[in-house]
T-cell receptor
Framework: GAGVSQSPSNKVTEKGKDVELRCDPI?????LYWYRQSLGQGLEFLIY????????KSGLPSDRFSAERTGGSVSTLTIQRTQQEDSAVYLC????????????FGPGTRLTVL | AQSVAQPEDQVNVAEGNPLTVKCTYS??????LFWYVQYPNRGLQFLLK??????LVKGSYGFEAEFNKSQTSFHLKKPSALVSDSALYFC????????????FGSGTKLNVKP
């Protein structure tokens, strides 16, 4: 079956521009996560959606970052007024509800801010 | 606070030798433990998990891990390493009844030499 997909795979932008990153989770997965991974580093939690509940935004690094999930499926991560330190790979993951379920990750979007 | 530690940034092993990638955790509550692997320029792939029951769990690609409650560890092992096992490995923990977050370790780069 189809896995988690993300688009674009690569995004190069200029400092100060806004970018939108898209995630299509696995059908039926109610939980969706966004992470940021700097070059060869660990994962930094950004935001978590679970069904119709209010998202956990505790990992968003600044108010330039926002995310939404429409219809409980597709999610968009928006970064406004991008900065060079925003350059990283942005990973999306989805899972079934329940804390014993593993996450399935997308291939990521590599963002480069010039 | 919940946390996961992977004390080794890098592990080097010769092909055919056994490998161990270490993981320790600190949580309040019952832990659910996971291992993921990341190949270059790819998203993370699920390897195995411990939820309950037998402390030794077996996963994909011949990997296994042992949950040790007294040592709060969940080390990843494989009896005979392959060059193709070379990748970045992440340990993660989730706490029962706290669905929001997976807490990831910083990752361990495994190098298997021919």
């Amino acid at each position: 079956g189809a896995g988690v997909s993300q688009s674009p795979s690569n995004k190069v932008t200029e400092k100060g521009k806004d970018v939108e990153l898209r995630c299509d989770p696995i059908s039926g997965h109610t939980a969706l996560y966004w992470y940021r991974q700097s070059l060869g580093q660990g994962l930094e939690f950004l935001i978590y959606f679970q069904g119709n509940s209010a998202p956990d935004k505790s990992g968003l690094p600044s108010d330039r970052f926002s995310a939404e999930r429409t219809g409980g499926s597709v999610s968009t991560l928006t970064i406004q007024r991008t900065q060079q330190e925003d350059s990283a790979v942005y990973l999306c993951a989805s899972s079934l509800s329940g804390s014993n379920n593993e996450q399935f990750f997308g291939p990521g979007t590599r963002l480069t801010v010039l | 606070a919940q946390s996961v530690a992977q004390p080794e940034d890098q592990v080097n092993v010769a092909e055919g030798n056994p490998l161990t990638v270490k993981c320790t955790y600190s949580v309040s509550g019952n832990p659910y433990l996971f291992w993921y692997v990341q190949y270059p320029n790819r998203g993370l792939q699920f390897l195995l998990k411990y939820i309950t029951g037998d402390n030794l769990v077996k996963g994909s690609y011949g990997f296994e891990a042992e949950f040790n409650k007294s040592q709060t560890s969940f080390h990843l092992k494989k009896p005979s390493a392959l060059v193709s096992d070379s990748a970045l490995y992440f340990c993660a923990v989730r706490v029962q009844y706290n669905f929001n977050k997976f807490y990831f370790g910083s990752g361990t780069k495994l190098n298997v030499k021919p």
